[in-house]
C-alpha cells in the first residue's frame, strides 16, 4: 500500500464522511470545526485519551473493533449526560509505516458514529511510536436537560442497564488466550472453534464491541424522573461512589443484586462490581416516580434490560455500603487507578 | 513529594481553576461538561495532539513554557477562526513517577489560560511512559462570524501579524544548546549569559512562550474586512496555500516582503516562510475595505504589527507564486509533515 502524506491521509479521512448535519457548519478542513447550537439546548462535552498497550493490545482485539471502542468509550459519556451526539474529533499519532493499521482502525470508527449518527467534525494527525488516540465528542439535549452525577438524594432507588462485569469476563477470555478473527470466527486458548451461541461470546462481545447506551440515556433524560447518571466505566463500586461523592449521599447495594450478577461460571461478583469497561448506566430514580419510569421503560423498544441495584441513603455520605441479613456492611471501593500499582484483582484499563 | 492517586489529581487539578464563567453550567468532574452556548453565537472546536520528544522536548525548555506552549497551539486556532475561547479540555498522560514535572507543566498551562480567560473545563489523565497532551478548546463567535480559510477572492490583499520565523530561528538556538532557565536567565551554547537585550532572546520567547493573537483575531472578524484567516503553525507557505487550496484562489508572494522577512542575522528567509509554531495570523482583505481596515488597525491598541504579503490572483488556482522583477515564479511549499522522514531544511515540529 502506498504511504499517504499528513494531507491526504486527511483527505482520505474527510472523503469517507457522511454529508454534515445541520448542527456543523464547517467540519474537517479549517483551523476549528463551526458548530450551529439550536436555540434553547445546551451542550456537553467529554475527551478521553487511549494509548496502545496501555488502554488496549492491538494484538488481542480486531483493528476495527478497537476504532468502534474509540468511539464507544466517549459516546458513553454522551448517554451518561442523556444527550444526542452532534459532533466527533479524532486526534490520532501512530508510526508512518502503520498506516494500513490506522485505516482498518478508522473503519471500525466510522462503523460506530454511523451507528450513533455522529459525525466526524475535525481532529488531529501525527506521527508516534506507537498507537495514540484522543477523541472528544460534543452532545446535545435540551437547556438544562443534561442528567448530572451530583442529583441523587435519599430515597432514591439506583439501577443499572445491561449486564455488568461481563466486559471484564471477555477481557479475561482475551488475557487467556481466546482470539476473535477479523470476520468475528472465535477461538478458544487451545485453538479450537468457539460455536456462536456459546456465552463466552457475549462476554467477548461487550468487552470488543460494546454498544453505548445512547437510546438509554435518551429515555432516561426524558422521563424526568432520574436524579443522577453516570456510566460505569471504572467499575460499579468506584462509579456509585461518584454519585455517592457528587451528591453527599450513601448508598446501600442490595445483596440480592451482587448475588444475580455472577452468572456461575464466566462472570464473577469482582467482574461485575470493580470490573471496568462496561459502559452501562448507572442511575437514580425518584421513589415517588419509580412505578411510572419502570412502565414506560419496559413498554419501550429497543431498551437494554434494567436491575435493581439498591438505594440512595442519607447516612455515610460518600461511602458504599452492602446491604446484608446482618445489616449494612462497608463495602470497600476498588477500580483501576492510573497512577498507582495495579493490584490482582483489578482490570486493567 | 508525595504521589498522588488519579482522583486526588483531578481534584489538585480542579481546584485550582477560576470560578466556571457563565458558558459552563457544570466543569471537571461529571462524565461529561455542560456549556450553555449564548443565543445567536456559534461556537469552534480544535484539538491538537502532543507527543513528547516529537512535538516538544523537555530537556530544551522550562516545563512552565511547555504548558504555556500546550494552551498557545489550540489557544491560536481559536484566534484564527476570529473567535473568543470559552472552554478548554485537557487529556494528559505521563509516567506515574514524574507528577512533579506534570504539576510544573500545569502551572504554565494555567497562566495562559488566565491570561485568555479560558477555564479548563474538563479532560482525562491516564499515565504512559512518557508525556502526551491533547487540547481542545471551544470558541464562540457571533452566529455566521466565525473566519473560515475558504473565503479569499482574486484582487484580496494578504496580510500576517507579527514576526514571521522567530519561532524557528528560536528553536534553532535552543536545538544549537542555548538554554532558559525556570526564572528566565538565558546562556548560550557556550554557557555564557545573555544579556536581556539581546535579539536572541525575542526568538527564544517567541519559541517558547508565544502568545496567540486572540486579540488581533477579534479585531479582524469584527472589521468586517477579512474575507480569510489562518494561523501560522506550519510556516507561511503551507499556511498560505491551505488558503490558496480551500478558496480556490492562487497566490502571489511580494519579493519585498520576502527579503523583509530575514533580519539578517538570526532570521532566514527559510525560517520566516518554512518555519512552523509562529501562530501568527495570516489573513485575506477585501480590497475595497482595505484603507479602512489598515487605519482601524494602526489606531487600536495592543496589536501587533501588520505586514504585506501579497495578493490573491484567480489563474494558478491552489499556488504559490512569488513575484519577483522577472515575473511571477512559482514557490515550492515545504513544510513539516508527519508521515514522510524530515528534510535537513525543514523544522522539527
Not at 160 to 180: C, K, Q
Not at 232 to 261: H, N, P, Y
Request: glycine share 12%; net charge neutral.
Amino acid at each position: 500500500m502506498k504511504r499517504l502524506s499528513e494531507e491526504e491521509l486527511i483527505h482520505w479521512i474527510a472523503a469517507g464522511g457522511e454529508d454534515a448535519p445541520a448542527f456543523l457548519r464547517r467540519g474537517i478542513g479549517d483551523d476549528c470545526a463551526v458548530c450551529r447550537p439550536a436555540p434553547g439546548t445546551e451542550l456537553v462535552v467529554t475527551t478521553d485519551l487511549l494509548v496502545e498497550n496501555r488502554h488496549f493490545r492491538l494484538t488481542t482485539s480486531p483493528l476495527a473493533d478497537l476504532g468502534w471502542k474509540v468511539g464507544a468509550a466517549n459516546l458513553s459519556d454522551i448517554a451518561a449526560m442523556g444527550a444526542r451526539p452532534v459532533a466527533f474529533f479524532l486526534a490520532a499519532a501512530f508510526p508512518p509505516d502503520r498506516q494500513a493499521e490506522f485505516k482498518a482502525i478508522m473503519g471500525g470508527l466510522r462503523a460506530i458514529l454511523q451507528w450513533a449518527a455522529a459525525p466526524l467534525a475535525g481532529g488531529d494527525l501525527s506521527a508516534a511510536d506507537r498507537f495514540l488516540f484522543c477523541a472528544t465528542v460534543i452532545g446535545e439535549a435540551p437547556a438544562g436537560g443534561a442528567l448530572l452525577r451530583s442529583g441523587a438524594r435519599p430515597g432514591d432507588i439506583v439501577y443499572i442497564t445491561g449486564e455488568p462485569g461481563y466486559s471484564a469476563a471477555g477481557l479475561r477470555l482475551l488475557e487467556a488466550g481466546w482470539r476473535v478473527g477479523a470476520r468475528g470466527g472465535v477461538r478458544d486458548a487451545a485453538g479450537a472453534p468457539v460455536p456462536p451461541q456459546a456465552p463466552a461470546r457475549r462476554c467477548l462481545t461487550r468487552h470488543l464491541r460494546p454498544e453505548p447506551r445512547l437510546a438509554a440515556g435518551l429515555f432516561l433524560r426524558e422521563s424526568g424522573a432520574v436524579t443522577a447518571c453516570i456510566d460505569t466505566s471504572d467499575g460499579i463500586a468506584k462509579d456509585l461512589r461518584q454519585i455517592a461523592v457528587m451528591s453527599g449521599v450513601g448508598t446501600e447495594i442490595d445483596a440480592v443484586f451482587v448475588r444475580a450478577c455472577a452468572d456461575g461460571a464466566l462472570v464473577t461478583v469482582a467482574d461485575a462490581l470493580g470490573g471496568g469497561e462496561d459502559y452501562e448506566l448507572l442511575f437514580t430514580v425518584d421513589p415517588s416516580r419509580e412505578a411510572t419510569f419502570l412502565n414506560a421503560y419496559t413498554r419501550a423498544a429497543g431498551l437494554p434490560p434494567l436491575r435493581r441495584v439498591g438505594r440512595i441513603v442519607a447516612d455515610h455520605p460518600g461511602e458504599l455500603r452492602l446491604l446484608t441479613p446482618a445489616g449494612p456492611q462497608p463495602l470497600p471501593v476498588s477500580g483501576f487507578d492510573h497512577f498507582r500499582p495495579p493490584r490482582s484483582h483489578e482490570p486493567r484499563a
